[in-house]
Nanobody, 127 residues
Framework: QVQLVESGGGSVQAGDSLRLSCAASGRAVRATSNNGMGWFRQAPGKEREAVAGISWNGGQKVYVDSVRGRFTISRDRSKNTLYLEMNDLKSEDTAVYYC?????????????????WGQGTQVTVSS
């Protein structure tokens, strides 16, 4: 069974920071260690949107415009863990955040190509 488990969400004030983690276990370790990964989010009443993507070795990173300069995606392949450092959080960042793994090794924002998904972690930012 492929498992991606997010953690680190919570309720914070605008301007605060949070660090999300996504741990791969089971078959997900082999399925993700040489693959691109990413973070997505879905706010209430809105469609899921891509936040950031990272290539298999961390050499390439991509961000949606709304978070560029505030969020940083990274990964530690030795720990099979993906991270999202979120700074200067805004109320519009409130959403359920999901990590996902791609079929290939690339960094990408399109949901197409992501075939493994976590269950999500809630981030709530109060202004």
């Amino acid at each position: 069974q492929v498992q991606l488990v997010e953690s680190g969400g919570g309720s914070v004030q605008a301007g605060d920071s949070l660090r999300l983690s996504c741990a791969a276990s089971g078959r997900a370790v082999r399925a993700t260690s040489n693959n691109g990964m990413g973070w997505f989010r879905q706010a209430p009443g809105k469609e899921r949107e891509a936040v950031a993507g990272i290539s298999w070795n961390g050499g390439q990173k991509v961000y949606v415009d709304s978070v560029r300069g505030r969020f940083t995606i990274s990964r530690d392949r030795s720990k099979n863990t993906l991270y999202l450092e979120m700074n200067d959080l805004k109320s519009e960042d409130t959403a359920v955040y999901y990590c996902a793994a791609r079929r290939d090794a690339f960094a990408a924002l399109s949901a197409e190509g992501y075939n493994y998904w976590g269950q999500g972690t809630q981030v709530t930012v109060s202004s």
